[in-house]
């Protein structure tokens, strides 16, 4: 696994947990409270593997695209060169 997938997949069940935990706590007793962010635990596991799927797939179309200046400029000058040739 990489880098990022890790923190997704720590970050996500986490959050969810604490954000239930504490959301729970005004209407319940701590230990139904702690019985829901348990539950919430595999549903961020869940979101964030999916989460760091789909961040996996942007990076790889960015890796796809060459943005560098050389490739940039080469571009620029075959128009420059098509646009010469038109006239």
């Given at each position: 696994?990489?880098?990022?997938r890790?923190?997704?997949?720590?970050?996500?069940?986490?959050?969810?947990?604490?954000?239930?935990?504490?959301?729970?706590?005004?209407?319940?007793?701590?230990?139904?409270?702690?019985?829901?962010?348990?539950?919430?635990?595999?549903?961020?596991?869940?979101?964030?593997?999916?989460?760091?799927?789909?961040?996996?797939?942007?990076?790889?179309?960015?890796?796809?695209?060459?943005?560098?200046?050389?490739?940039?400029?080469?571009?620029?000058?075959?128009?420059?060169?098509?646009?010469?040739?038109?006239?």
């Open positions: 696994m990489n880098n990022s890790q923190t997704f997949m720590v970050t996500f069940p986490l959050v969810g947990f604490a954000i239930v935990f504490i959301a729970s706590m005004s209407n319940n007793e701590w230990e139904t409270s702690l019985f829901r962010a348990i539950i919430a635990l595999p549903l961020g596991l869940f979101f964030g593997f999916l989460f760091s799927q789909v961040w996996n797939w942007i990076r790889l179309d960015l890796k796809k695209v060459n943005l560098s200046p050389e490739h940039q400029h080469d571009e620029q000058t075959t128009v420059v060169e098509e646009e010469e040739t038109n006239d």
